[in-house]
Structure formats: C-alpha cells, structure tokens
C-alpha cells in the first residue's frame, strides 16, 4: 500500500469510484516524521465535487433512507467488528504520521469503540422507525382530535466532515457513525498530513461491502471549493483551527446560503488544581499524573490537551518539579515503532516550527521556560515543555495554543481566581477539578461549566477509573461554547 502511494496520488472516493486528478500541477509531499521518506504524494486538484455532492444527494440518501435507524444502527456495529479485525493495519499505517502504539489506541481503538457506542445508542434510545419523535403531543382541541407534535426528520442534503490532521481514524469514524444511523450521506475531508491514513480506513469501509452505495465519499487532498458547492440542505462539521473555522464560516453559503455549520476548533483547556491539596495528598499526584499525560499523549497534538495547570500559588514549584521529574523519568522520545519509545514526533516539521513560534510568543508574553524548550530536540521532534508564568494575566496565555507537548503553568491564591483565569480561555473543551472537596468542586464546577463543553472532576475516588482529562467520550458532549467552535460533535 505505501509503494503505491508514493508512486501515485492518494485516491479520493467520489460518485461510486477511486479516482485521482489527471495530471495535477500542485502536490503535496507528505513525509513520515519520524524518518523523513516519502510516504504519500496529495492533490485533489481537478476532483468533480459538484458531482459527487450531486451523487451523495441522489443515491446515498435514497439507500440510506430505505433503512430504519436501527438498521443504519446496525450496520455501525458490522462495520466496527469488521474495522476491529482490520486495525492492525491502520495502526501500521497511522506509526507513519508520527503516532506510537498508545496514540494508536486512542485513534485507532478509540474510534471503533466509539462506533460501537453511537451504535448501540442508537438502537436502545431511538425507535426503530425513520423519524424521531420529541416530547409528547400537545393537545389543542379539548376532545383531542388537534394536536401538535414535533419530530425529528434527517436533513434534507449531504453531511460533509472536514476533519483535523490529529486524529485520522477517531476523528472521521466519530463524525461518520452518527450521520449515518441519522441516514445522511457523508463527504468525508481529511486533513492533508494524515489523510493518507483515512483512504485505507475508507477503503476498508467500503471494501466490508456493508456501507450501501453513496452513503461515504472520500476527498484525499485539499478542496477549498468544497463549500461552493453546498447550500441549506446540507451540514457542515468541521473540527481544526480557529482560524479556519472562521475562514468557512465567513463563507457566503453559510451566511447567505444556509448552510448548517458546526465547528470544533481549538481550546485552551485548564486544570484546576484545588486550594484544598497538599503535596502529599493523592489529588496532587493524579494532577501531575493528569498533566503528564495530556502533554505526552499523541506530543500533545490534541485538541483536549491541558495548555493552562492552574495551581495555587503554594504548589507553583512543587508541581514544577513533580512534573519535570515525570517528564524526565519516563518520556523517551523516538520513532513510534520502536516499543521502547514513550513520544513520538509532531507530524510534520510544519507543525513543529508552528509549535516552537507558539512557544516563543508565550516566552515573549512573560512565560520562562522551566523545562524543554524548542531546542532541545531535532527534526520533527519537540521536547516536552514547561513555561511558568509570574504574570497569571498575560494575555497570550489565555489565547495561544501551542499544539504540542507544552503546558504553562498559572499561579493564583483565591478559588474564584482560579474561575476567572479559565474563563479567560474565553470558551474551551474541556477543563479538569481537581479537588477531594465537595463544596469547593461545586464553586469550580458552577464558576467554569458555561465556560467549556465538558468539566471532569478528579479525586482520590475516581482517579483509577477516570477515563481522563482528554478522552471524549461519545456519551458526553464533545465541544465547546466560544473559541472552541460553538458546536457540538458528539
Ligand atoms: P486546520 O489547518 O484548520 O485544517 C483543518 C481541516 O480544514 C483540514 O482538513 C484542512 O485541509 C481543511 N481546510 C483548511 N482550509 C480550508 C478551506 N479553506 N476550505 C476547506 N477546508 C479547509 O487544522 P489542522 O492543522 O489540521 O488541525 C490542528 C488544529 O485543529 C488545532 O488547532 C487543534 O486544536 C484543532 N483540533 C480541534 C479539535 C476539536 O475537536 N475541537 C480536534 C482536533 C484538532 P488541508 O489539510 O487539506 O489544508
């Protein structure tokens, strides 16, 4: 599969065939990070879109319509018992964007499970019928021959994902399943960097002959037209930067033609750590703990990751030195196949100067470096990075998000501090408590929830079954209000 890739353009899926541009004028490279070969060439230049809008609109929707929600419901757990004895060779395949074999679960597992869930909801809490009923009828005549009643119905058009470079198995599955069990046709866009990964869980998909025909459509490559070609019948689920969700939502379809637009974008997420912990409380190891985890976890390239640790002013140094002593006993950075690595790169050299002028603009905001730092490391390699910041206002750490292994750390004295320093984030996914205090969990809990779109506490009790900071869960909302995009994925 790599050769092939490397000698031909990675295929896009459009209108029922595997097609690739006829000889493009503009293709990206995209290298593993780890070695630096060439693993995949992309172009989308010249793809048919308005086609296979067209396409998705007539066939997919007429297929999937012909089916009850339990049965699209169904057909998910198929596709994910099928995915589930393929992984090995998406998680082969995913090692070559720079992802280790817990990455790996989290991308590669973490989006089966997740199938199996939208799956199973779908079958225990939605009727097996082709619409959804909401609320009981409201009676308008006193002998009950007029009532009123809402339901739910599928969208009239085609359900397109643009979807992030991080996560290229989770993030499409995660988006696909429930569109599907809704019966809307998808358009699946990866990103760039990674989308090579997302072909061959396409072609898997389809190749488990389960999916009826026009209900996935693949785009392999960069397709700035794509919103062109859609109106108000359609929805749009994008998740990546802030920056681009603005760029499309700006975009004279959505503003004027209607389309449904849902963004997942970045996010400062904070941990909080409670006034309550001491250092020799068990709180204050499952901080570090959770911490650590986040920073290291895919190098921090999540959009869940912690980037604010929220500490009271007392245990600034000693979490300092709890962290980095973490970082230094058990990251060992190095290619993603080798079992004796713990992190492995950034996906591109692109993204690791991205991350190391992020860095430098939060050292220009007042942040000092107290572990890591940009030159630590070569290639597409970031080490693992601390920033302490004496001035808990700076504007850039509320507002920059350094997309990788980096945390800044945050003093403050006061609870309702620490409530207004989160809000600062001005709107974030996820935020952690952590706190074995009851009251003080709800001060925190009441002061940040309509800041974020989802709020874990932690403590002694729940530190061993805690799924963690990061991890969305498919049962839980996925998104957040303000910066992180408004939406809601899951
Ligand atoms: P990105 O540069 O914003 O790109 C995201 C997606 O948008 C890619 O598929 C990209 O395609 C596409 N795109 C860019 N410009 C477009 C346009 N004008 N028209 C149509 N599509 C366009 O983000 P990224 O670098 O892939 O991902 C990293 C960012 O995503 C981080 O900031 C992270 O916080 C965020 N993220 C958020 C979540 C969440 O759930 N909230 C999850 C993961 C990541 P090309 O690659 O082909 O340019």
């Not at 029922?16 to 293709?27: E, F, H, V």
């Not at 730092?373 to 509320?398: M, N, Q, S, W, Y």
Request: contains cysteine; negative net charge.
């Amino acid at each position: 599969m790599t050769t092939s890739l490397i000698d031909t353009i990675v295929p896009s899926f459009l209108s029922g065939k595997w097609l690739t541009p006829d000889n493009p004028t503009r293709i990206t490279e995209v290298a593993d990070p780890s070695t630096g070969e060439i693993v995949a060439r992309v172009s989308a230049e010249g793809l048919d879109i308005a086609a296979a809008v067209d396409y998705a609109r007539d066939i997919g929707r007429k297929n999937l319509q012909e089916l009850t929600i339990h049965e699209r419901s169904l057909k998910i757990k198929e596709l994910a018992m099928y995915l589930q004895d393929h992984r090995d060779e998406l998680n082969a395949l995913a090692h070559k964007t720079g992802a280790n074999k817990r990455d790996n679960f989290v991308d590669v597992d973490g989006g089966i499970s997740t199938m199996f869930t939208i799956s199973s909801k779908g079958r225990r809490e939605m009727p097996n019928a082709h619409v959804v009923t909401d609320g009981e009828p409201e009676v308008f005549s006193k002998d009950g021959s007029f009532i009123g009643r809402h339901i739910y119905t599928t969208i009239p058009g085609i359900a397109v994902q643009i979807n992030a470079f991080n996560f290229p198995v989770w993030g499409m599955l995660e988006k696909f399943a429930p569109s599907f069990i809704a019966g809307v046709p998808s358009i699946v866009k990866p990103a760039t960097p990674t989308g090579f990964v997302t072909q061959a869980l396409v072609r898997l998909m389809l190749e488990s002959g389960i999916l009826p025909e026009g209900s996935l459509q693949l785009i392999s490559g960069s397709a700035r037209d794509l919103l062109d070609h859609l109106d108000f019948r359609d929805h749009v689920a994008f998740t990546g930067s802030a920056q681009t969700a603005n760029t499309l939502r700006a975009h004279e379809n959505v503003l004027e033609g209607g389309i449904q637009f849902s963004a997942e974008a970045d996010s400062l997420n904070a941990a909080i750590l409670g006034t309550d912990v001491t250092e020799d409380a068990p709180e204050f190891e499952a901080y570090t703990k959770a911490v650590f985890n986040e920073m290291t976890s895919k190098a921090g390239q999540k959009c869940t990751a912690i980037r604010r640790a929220i500490v009271p002013h007392n245990l600034v140094e000693p979490f300092i030195a709890a962290l980095s002593q973490r970082l230094e006993s058990k990251v060992v950075p190095g290619d993603p196949r080798d079992e004796n690595a713990t992190m492995g790169p950034l996906v591109s050299i692109e993204q690791r100067d991205d991350v190391a002028s992020a860095v430098q603009k939060l050292i220009d905001a007042g942040g000092e470096v107290v572990y890591g730092g940009a030159d630590k490391l070569d290639g597409a390699f970031f080490a693992p990075t601390i920033l302490r910041f004496d001035d808990a206002e700076a504007e850039a750490v509320h507002s920059t998000e350094a997309f990788g292994p980096v945390v800044s750390v945050i003093g403050y004295n006061e609870p309702t501090e620490a409530v207004e320093l989160a809000a600062k984030g001005a709107g974030s996914l996820v935020a952690s408590v952590i706190t074995h205090d009851d009251e003080l969990a709800a001060l925190y809990g009441r002061g940040i929830a309509a800041y974020h779109g989802r709020v874990h506490f932690l403590d002694r009790v729940d530190a061993k079954t805690s799924t963690g900071h990061g991890s969305p869960l498919p049962h839980l909302v996925h998104g957040g209000p303000g910066r992180a995009g408004g939406g809601e994925e899951l």
